[in-house]
T-cell receptor
Framework: KAGVTQTPRYLIKTRGQQVTLSCSPI?????VSWYQQTPGQGLQFLFE???????NKGNFPGRFSGRQFSNSRSEMNVSTLELGDSALYLC????????????FGPGTRLLVL | GESVGLHLPTLSVQEGDNSIINCAYS??????FIWYKQESGKGPQFIID?????DKRQGQRVTVLLNKTVKHLSLQIAATQPGDSAVYFC????????????FGTGTKLQVIP
């Protein structure tokens, strides 16, 4: 069974731009969570989607948004990029909502210049 | 508030020796703990988990110890191999309602050949 895939793997943007990241969960998994990982803060929870609905949200500004499609694939969007948004963005999938064990993708490394 | 942290940011061990990676948590309500391994350029990979009704759990070459009295978690890796070189971080969550998972910042394990 294929693992979680994320595209693109690397991205360079400039301040003020917006970006969309994509995540395809493990086949059969219906929950997708997004995390931001930085050296100083570690893994920070962004939001979780299940059945095309955002079920929970972390403490990030409204510039960070997401959505989930009927096939459970998810996208994350960051608008008006700031330098501090440079990070590794990880997607994790699980069978159901709020499961403790999640399977992570390789991440998208975003660099904002 | 809740926090999960690691005592040592970097740990260097000789190949073949045992490694011990520590983690402190502050939320006494946490009842589920996970250790993840993250290799360079990859997403976190589940290693082993433990629930609060247990003190010890063993996997293949790995053992997790939980000391609820001092809110301390450790990961022991037996006969450390070069392939074990990675960042290891712990995560905690508490059941009851939505299981929010809090991640530590990580410890880098360097295996010296």
């Amino acid at each position: 069974k294929a693992g979680v895939t994320q595209t693109p793997r690397y991205l360079i943007k400039t301040r003020g731009q917006q970006v969309t990241l994509s995540c395809s969960p493990i086949s059969g998994h219906r929950s997708v969570s997004w995390y931001q990982q930085t050296p100083g803060q570690g893994l920070q929870f962004l939001f979780e989607y299940f059945s095309e609905t955002q079920r929970n949200k972390g403490n990030f500004p409204g510039r960070f948004s997401g959505r989930q499609f009927s096939n459970s694939r998810s996208e994350m969007n960051v608008s008006t990029l700031e330098l501090g948004d440079s990070a590794l963005y990880l997607c994790a999938s699980s069978l159901f909502l709020a499961e403790e064990t999640q399977y992570f993708g390789p991440g998208t490394r975003l660099l904002v210049l | 508030g809740e926090s999960v942290g690691l005592h040592l940011p970097t740990l260097s061990v000789q190949e073949g020796d045992n490694s011990i990676i520590n983690c402190a948590y502050s939320n006494s309500a946490s009842d589920y703990f996970i250790w993840y391994k993250q290799e360079s350029g990859k997403g976190p990979q589940f290693i082993i988990d433990i629930r609060s009704n247990m003190d010890k759990r063993q996997g293949q070459r790995v053992t997790v110890l939980l000391n609820k009295t001092v809110k301390h978690l450790s990961l022991q890796i037996a006969a450390t191999q070069p392939g074990d070189s990675a960042v290891y971080f712990c995560a905690e969550s508490n059941s009851g309602g939505y299981q929010k998972v809090t991640f530590g910042t990580g410890t880098k394990l360097q295996v010296i050949p």
